[in-house]
């Protein structure tokens, strides 16, 4: 069985920066895609940053492109988002996910999912 767990988040002053990390077990990262995606109140979920794993190719959202940086370390089977220069339009539940092959920029798509943790930017 494949689990996801999150763990990193908090709360952050608008500039600060927090590293999220999504250990994942019950299979190794090889050939699979690791996502990290957020939900705001009242919005839909949205894919944030994803990695896959097979050629190593990231995909980021334009919101934060240049702020954010998604990476893994496959001796400890986790996939990590560093995020910096936050603002309070970042504060979300965040997810991790992950999916056989390729990313995809549609959440229906993510077969395995973590539970969510809740980031919140404020002064």
């Known amino acids: 069985q494949v689990q996801l767990v999150e763990s990193g988040g908090g709360l952050v002053q608008p500039g600060g920066s927090l590293r999220l990390s999504c250990e994942v077990s019950?299979?190794?990262?090889?050939?699979?895609?690791v996502g990290w995606f957020r939900q705001a109140p009242g919005k839909e979920r949205e894919v944030v940053s994803c990695?896959?794993?097979?050629?190593?190719?990231?995909y980021y959202s334009d919101s934060v492109k240049g702020r954010f940086t998604i990476s893994r370390d496959n001796a400890e089977n986790t996939v990590y988002l560093q995020m910096s220069s936050l603002e309070p339009e970042d504060t979300a539940v965040y997810y991790c996910?992950?999916?056989?092959?390729?990313?995809?920029?549609?959440?229906?798509?993510?077969?395995?999912w973590g539970k969510g943790m809740q980031v919140t930017v404020s002064s």
């Open positions: 996910a992950s999916r056989m092959g390729w990313c995809q920029g549609v959440t229906r798509l993510y077969d395995y």
């Open positions: 019950g299979t190794t990262l090889d050939y699979y895609a």
């Open positions: 990695i896959s794993t097979n050629d190593g190719s990231l």
